[in-house]
């Protein structure tokens, strides 16, 4: 008898592009969502787009409550989760940055609400996907959260949110070559379920980015556009797979262990961008596809080395010789890189010197 099935969660609403923040409120009317919402935002996403949202709701009659997070940690999302129980809200919409998003995301998903995405920072696939990551002991990887029903997008925030939170973003999708050489590695190896579907999406996401590299430019909405599509594109892939093998493999590893050893140096796109060009050598040798990624990362302004991420030489062989330990996920890592054959690819790749 055949018995394999699967259940795919999609965001409902994709809306993206110029002053879209002001059709929230249709956007949400479309859903079907009825009730209080409760806005979960950040300091500077409150002012940029947050406010704005309030009063175009309260315009109908509807006075949102807001909840305004610093740090992502899970005392912010009982916080939330209390603020949703005591103003007797019926669904969650996250507007700002990674944190802010996920801090929603994570709650709803306790909540069993809906939960709606506005992205003001294309700083990575977080914005979209059905994953959320706060630091959990020495965990720092993401777990399973509430996909949004809908994500609204708006390109003139997001060109406007500080150039790095873009390349960021950028780097991440770039880190979805190796992520995907992981997945399938890990498939052969370890028969670890698979979705060529979601491979192929994860991969198309990289390309088409890294094809569109010259038209992505600071202040530019047309970035923001390219960029925020190829974000969308690998949430939803995450979805398809129902993890975030799609897009993160032994490069997040390194990522996630740098966030444990080195909190607060670089952004999680631009880490698993250096992590990146790494475990591509470690895949292909000299003939693989490292240059083409540290020289498509290059190109959008996004570091390269231990230096440009401010970490130094020995933090990174530390992270790359430990990093295999931190999750039960198969990559070209195997059980692990001694310190020589650490410090043999981060100097080869020019990650340290
Ligand atoms: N779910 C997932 O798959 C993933 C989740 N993450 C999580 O996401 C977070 C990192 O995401 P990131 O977006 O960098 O974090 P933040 O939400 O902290 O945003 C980064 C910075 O940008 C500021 N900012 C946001 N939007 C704007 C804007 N439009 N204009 C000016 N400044 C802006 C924020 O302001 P302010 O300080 O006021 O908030 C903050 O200082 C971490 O918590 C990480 O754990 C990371 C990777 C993947
Ligand atoms: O950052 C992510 C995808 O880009 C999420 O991956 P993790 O599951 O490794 O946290
Ligand atoms: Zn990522």
Redesign the pocket.
Known sequence: MFEKSTWIRLPRNVVVGHGVIDQVVDVIDDLHLQGRPLFVTSPTPREVAAEPIVAAFEATGVEPAIVTIETATFDAVERVIETAEAEDVSYLVGIGGGKAIDIAKMASYHLEMGFCSVPTAAS???IVSN?G?VPDGDSR??VAAEPPLAVIADTEILADAPWELTTAGCA?IISNYTAVMDWRLAHRLKNVEYSEYAAALSEMTAEILVDNADLIRPGLEESAWVVTKALMS?GVAMSIAGS?RP??GAE?LFS?QLDRIAPEAAL?GHQVGVGSIMTAYLHGGERGIWRDIRDALASIDAPTTAAELGIDDETVIEALTTCHEIRDRYTILGDGMNERAAREVATKTGVIN
């Open positions: 990575h696939d977080g994953r990551s990887h993401s991440d690998s975030s897009a993160s997040h996630h999680h």
